[in-house]
């Protein structure tokens, strides 16, 4: 089975490749092969001619989304609609990766998959637009919404938080935004999983548990044994951000569960697996 993974070089791209590679042939493409491109991206998939296509370039920046709105539909949007129609081509499975930022945080507990999207923002509303054209023009596909990123090849929360703790002595993290961390090894073993059933649809995988950054800061400088830091917890609003964020973006892995079953770790055992091997 030949693997196509778009946006391979990214932080989940890159190990999906390091996962896959055990059980199938993977090919990876990145920013070379740009995906708003439709007729570039069309011929260079269709001369790979994959079984399978794992769709995670993205424009992620949600601020930069914000202000640079058409690139964000561009990319999620149109770009995404580009792979699904090699994929609807080829007749070949395509899977996305989403985020929990098409939800709008008003729920008050964990989303799942069937709860109705409303997204706050750019970033959560170009991504749900890439999530409608696979689910009108693919007739396989798996769309994994996912949450709060972490792994080693790409910029990320607790590299940021670490990096800050060098630098300063007061850091500043906000305690009214609740999500539950995710992973890059954690999820792309999952991800693994969920090809081999078949079973395509839509997948909240995340680690389990939620936390605010604040709580997410105060256990990455424990776990790092960094004491000399003062963690001071803040709200959105004294952030002033380009993009709102919801409040409230637990996911929970709801269909995982009733399928395969839950395999993810709690985040605390991902982040202190992450913090030990990095």
Not at 4 to 27: C, F, H, P, Q, R
Not at 107 to 116: A, G, L, Q, R, V
Not at 134 to 144: G, K, T
Not at 146 to 154: C, D, P, S, V
Request: with cysteine; proline share 4%.
């Amino acid at each position: 089975m030949k693997v196509l993974i778009t946006g391979a070089k990214g932080m989940l791209g890159s190990d999906l490749i390091k996962i896959l590679s055990s059980d199938y042939e993977v090919i990876g493409i990145d920013k070379e092969t740009d995906i708003t491109e439709k007729n570039k991206i069309i011929k260079t998939i269709m001369q790979i001619k994959p079984d399978l296509i794992i769709h995670t370039a993205a424009y992620t920046d949600v601020d930069g989304c914000e202000v640079k709105q058409d690139l964000a539909f561009l990319i999620n949007g149109r770009g995404t609609k580009n792979v699904a129609l090699v994929s609807k081509k080829l007749k070949i499975p395509l899977l996305y990766i989403s985020t929990d930022y098409i939800f709008d945080g008003k729920k008050k507990s964990p989303y799942i998959e069937s709860d109705t999207p409303n997204p706050v923002n750019i970033y959560g509303k170009s991504k749900l637009k890439g999530e409608e054209y696979i689910q009108n023009l693919v007739p396989n596909y798996f769309i994994i919404r996912t949450a709060g990123l972490f792994g080693k090849n790409g910029k990320n929360f607790v590299n940021r938080i670490l990096r800050k703790a060098r630098e300063e002595n007061v850091l500043k993290v906000v305690t009214d935004q609740i999500q539950s961390p995710t992973y890059t090894i954690d999820l792309a073993k999952e991800i693994k999983r969920v090809i081999k059933t078949r079973n395509c649809g839509v997948y909240h995988i995340t680690n389990n548990g939620e936390c605010s950054w604040y709580q997410f800061a105060r256990e990455i400088l424990h776990l790092s044994q960094i004491e000399d830091i003062k963690l001071t917890p803040i709200t959105s609003d004294e952030l002033n951000l380009p993009a709102k964020r919801p409040k409230y973006s637990v996911l929970a892995n709801h269909h995982l569960s009733e399928t395969i079953g839950d395999d993810m770790a709690s985040w605390q055992d991902a982040l202190e697996q992450y913090i030990r091997i990095n």
